[in-house]
Structures are given as C-alpha cells and as structure tokens.
C-alpha cells in the first residue's frame, strides 16, 4: 500500500515562529502537493514539486516555500507564521501523467497547525 | 482559480438510500476524479474518469461525465453508515498533473 506519511498530526506554533512541515511517501512518486484545507473553501493547492528540486507555485503561495531534497521528501515552510495560516495542512503524491495515463494523488493524514 | 463546485453542499439520508452528488467545473478537462474524506483525515481517491468516458462503475459507486454540461455525479447506492463523510471532486486538465479540487459534499447516513 501507498504511504503518505505527514510529520505531526497536530501543532500549535505562535506568531512569527518559522514552522516546518514535513511529509514522506514510500511510492517513487514523482509528484508531491501541499494543500491547505479550510471551511467552505475545500483544498486549495499551495506548492507542487514534480521532481528533486523542482517546485511550482500554487494558487495560494504567498507566505509559504518549500523545500523537495530527496524523492521521497517534501517540506512546506512557514517562514514566519501568521493566524491566518491556522488551517489543515495536507500532502499528497502521484506519479507522473505518461503516455495519456493519469493517477490519482494519495493523501498524508494532514497536519492540524493552529497558529497563536 | 478556477474551482469545481458540488452540488449539494450537504446532505442527509438513511441506510440503504441512494445519494447523489454533482460537481460542475469550469474549464475543459482531460479527467475527473472522486475522493472521499472521512472527518479530520485525509482525502481517499475512489474513482477516476476520463473526459472521453461517460460513465464508470466501482464496487456501489456509479460516475458519470457529461463535459458538454461541464458536469458529473457520484451515485453511491444502498448507502451505509460508513459511507458518512465528505465527497470532492476534482479535475484534471492536460499538460499538468496538478488537480482543481471542488468545495465537497457532506453526507450524513444515518442507520
């Protein structure tokens, strides 16, 4: 079976504090996602790496970064948290698309981060 | 953004009924998925169509596609009290494997 493992299921940080999030998958993927989850607003896709080294942003990027040093590893940056960033925090992976075939992401358990 | 949206935002229903859920997107796409999300966890891929398919069956799940509509529905029939959770769509366009999610569905089963 697919792993997604998240570091923390739940943290608390107070403001201004730099925060890492870290999450690992045992798949080879190629492809790893942040998203952040909040109410009435569904995921919403912060970073996304398609290889070692290589990131894209999102559609909410401002106030994250992140970090994909090995395959399996992939670290979002709260480089100096804000209440506003209080959300659930996932990560997911896939492989890549080839040859008109698609996949589905799997998921990490999330991060519950509130922010104080 | 351009998110999907379901369709209803929630929804309550007994044992053994059926329930529907709709998501309707607003670019052209190249598939649509089905993820489910038990509360608090995180999201589980149930069901993958691609655009030139109109409808796929898995297990009591039923999808189907109609991309001149922009549209799809999830069907879960004979429901279960297992089946409570929230339901999200998400889309897939060419020429990138990041997803658009929808805002989800919550249902509520009840035994």
């Known amino acids: 079976d697919v792993k997604v493992t998240q570091s923390s299921r739940y943290l608390v940080k107070r403001t201004g504090e730099k925060v890492f999030l870290e999450c690992v998958q045992d798949m080879d993927h190629e492809n790893m996602f942040w998203y952040r989850q909040d109410p009435g607003l569904g995921l919403r896709l912060i970073y996304f790496?398609?290889?070692?080294?290589?990131?894209e942003k999102g559609d909410i990027p401002e106030g994250y970064s992140v970090s994909r040093e090995k395959k399996e590893r992939f670290s979002l940056i709260l480089e100096s948290a804000s209440t506003n960033q209080t959300s659930m925090y996932l990560c997911?992976?896939?492989?890549?698309?080839?040859?008109?075939?698609?996949?589905?992401?799997?998921f990490g358990p999330g991060t519950r981060l509130t922010v104080t | 953004s351009q998110q999907g949206e379901e369709d209803p935002q929630a929804l309550s229903i007994q044992e053994g009924e059926n329930a529907t859920m709709n998501c309707s997107y607003k670019t052209s796409i190249n598939n649509l998925q089905w993820y489910r999300q038990n509360s608090g966890r995180g999201l589980v891929h149930l069901i993958l169509i691609r655009s030139n398919e109109r409808e796929k069956h898995s297990g009591r799940l039923r999808v189907t596609l109609d991309t001149s509509k922009k549209s799809s529905s999830l069907l879960i029939t004979a429901s279960r009290a297992a089946d409570t959770a929230s339901y999200f769509c998400?889309?897939?366009?060419?020429?990138?494997?990041?997803?658009?999610f929808g805002t989800g569905t919550r249902l509520q089963v009840f035994p």
């Open positions: 790496s398609y290889d070692v080294k290589m990131k």
């Open positions: 998400a889309t897939g366009r060419y020429n990138t494997d990041k997803l658009i």
């Open positions: 997911a992976s896939s492989f890549r698309t080839l040859a008109g075939k698609e996949y589905e992401q799997y």
